[in-house]
């Protein structure tokens, strides 16, 4: 299993994804990672383990046809997902985007669509759903399977993340927790043939992964294909100007750390290093 990401990351891959506020990079992960963690994504998926933070969204809005499920902060219970956040090539591809010479972990998400599920993912963006502030954060999104259209790939557009917009969190099964006063997100599904929009998708293998920032606006149809599923893992790291803001309506950490706001939220149980230069 490689520690080092498999292909490079060039300066021009960093100013991408600066100026788009995401980048698709090929190729990352080995077979090994891809069968061990597909593995593991089925084994979790049922697991019920008293610390699990799942979301059956099919279920939670009344579908009757496929599985969209999400599930939080696995690696504090499975070693496989734990190797995978502090131990693939995922922290180093977030320290190099962001520039920095460590970076912590905040959490892993996983997303898995069956074959014909209806639900997709809204139009949002991260920022609003946590206790954070600053730029230093960002997602790793790991295709475990092949990605297109006609199975939920992600869209997001180009540059949202300069707009200075704080969206309110849109939560799949509408967990009223969420409820805020903020700016609700447009449906830009709408907006496709709106030129003042540059929508950016990427059909993807296994191994590939995208990278966007805290504040990049994005979404994803549901799953169309009778037979592939989509599944992925999303790694979030931060580092740098990244600070723990622990506003009303955010997502709740496990343990509840009180911890003082505006400073960068040093809890190593919590929030573990996972990756510095030597
Ligand atoms: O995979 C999905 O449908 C959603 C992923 C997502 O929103 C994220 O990783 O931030």
Redesign the pocket.
Known sequence: MNRKPLNDISDSDIKQFEDDGVICLRGMFDQDWIDRMNAAVNRTMDAHHPDARQREVTKALGGDKGRFHINSFVWRWDDDFRAFALESPCPEIAARLMKLDKVSLFYD?V?V?EPETAER?DW?H?LPFWPLRGGNIL?V?VALTSVNSDN?A?EYIAGSHKWGKFYKAAIPDNDPHFKSDFEECPDFSKERRNSDYRFLSWEMQAGDCLV?HPLTV?G?EGNFSPSRRRA?I?VRYMGGDAVWDPRPATMRIPGDPQYPAGQFPNMPDVFPPAWQAR
């Open positions: 998400q997303f669509k993912t949002h991260d997602s999104w939920s992600l966007h994005h994803a992925a999303s």
